[in-house]
């Protein structure tokens, strides 16, 4: 693997998959039950977010490992699709809370940025141009007659 190979886009994507992760387990919603967190409020919005890290890991790991830009770019307009259907799920989780929750904490909008994070990413990775990963051939010249 050669870090050297991720782009502007892939790291991107890779810190909107680690803010995603981490808003899993921090707390995400104030209630008459106590804070809760992504995993106490497991619905159809937190379904798609993990749809959304699968496809963001999918898109750095194929920048990292394949030689070809046929694989990182297939996965990249997968990213894009879920990315944003992982922005309009957090922003529903965001506006209607669970279990009659009265206070949105950090974990909702940890998991909204990263979301944009990993469609924005993804967006810029489709946009960019992959660098060479070898020099390009020089052929020698022949003499003229």
């Not at 949105?104 to 940890?110: H, I, M």
């Amino acid at each position: 693997m050669n870090f050297r190979q991720l782009r502007v886009g892939e790291s991107t994507v890779l810190v909107g998959v680690i803010c995603l992760i981490v808003s899993l387990f921090v707390r995400s919603y104030y209630g008459p039950a106590g804070y809760l967190n992504a995993w106490n409020t497991f619905g159809p919005g937190v379904a798609l977010e993990l749809a959304a890290i699968c496809a963001a890991l999918a898109t750095v790991i194929s920048a990292l490992t394949e030689r070809s830009t046929a694989l990182p770019v297939s996965t990249a307009v997968w990213c894009v699709l879920l990315g944003l259907v992982s922005v309009i799920a957090a922003l529903v989780r965001a506006l209607a809370r669970p279990e009659h929750a009265t206070e949105a904490c950090y974990g909702v909008w940890l998991a909204l940025i990263g979301a944009a994070l990993i469609l924005v990413g993804a967006w810029l990775a489709l946009r960019d141009e992959r660098p060479s990963l070898y020099p390009p051939a020089l052929p020698e010249s022949r003499p003229r007659p």
